[in-house]
């Protein structure tokens, strides 16, 4: 099983939404599939239907979170002395077509958001980024095409 990277808040964040569906979540779903059981198991019995349906959902979704929680592998410092572009390092990078300056924090791909500005290591613009010092430009090949990046600045 390979380690996922992953930084403490997006650990903690995960563990918090497990926790969350463990013990809010699931007792009102038991609570509804229990009621939804006294009027009988049978196919005519909507209410027990979605029950069950949201009661196998949810234990999907735990069982999910759960794997991904035992691949996590917190990173917790860095060991480069070098201003370099790393896993949990936030890069200020500009998009030398369009001139658009973003924000981006790495992180691993469990945490990823884009809009938010975390940039998975594992995404094609990440790992073109990774290794890379303030003011290099960075040829990437996305899916929608070659683009070229400078960076900034690297805040550790």
């Known amino acids: 099983m390979n380690k996922v990277p992953i930084t403490r808040l997006g650990y903690l964040r995960l563990l918090g939404e497990l926790l969350y569906l463990r013990r809010a979540v699931r007792p009102q779903v038991l609570e509804e599939l229990q009621e939804a ?44 002395f070098l201003k370099q572009a790393a896993f949990g390092a936030v890069l200020v990078v500009q998009n030398i077509d369009t001139g658009e300056t973003r924000r981006y924090q790495l992180v691993g791909p469990y945490e990823s958001d884009v809009r938010d500005g975390k940039l998975s290591v594992e995404s094609p613009v990440g790992r073109c980024l990774m290794g890379h ?24």
Not at 133 to 156: A, D, F, K, W
């Open 133 to 156: 010092r303030e003011g290099e430009e960075v040829t990437v090949y996305t899916p929608s095409g070659i683009r070229i990046y400078r960076i900034l600045s690297i805040q550790v």
């Open 37 to 80: 059981r006294s009027y009988g198991v049978k196919a005519e019995n909507q209410q027990y239907l979605l029950a069950r349906e949201r009661h196998v959902i949810l234990q999907k979704k735990i069982r999910e979170l759960e794997e991904k929680l035992a691949r996590c592998e917190v990173v917790v410092g860095r060991k480069f």
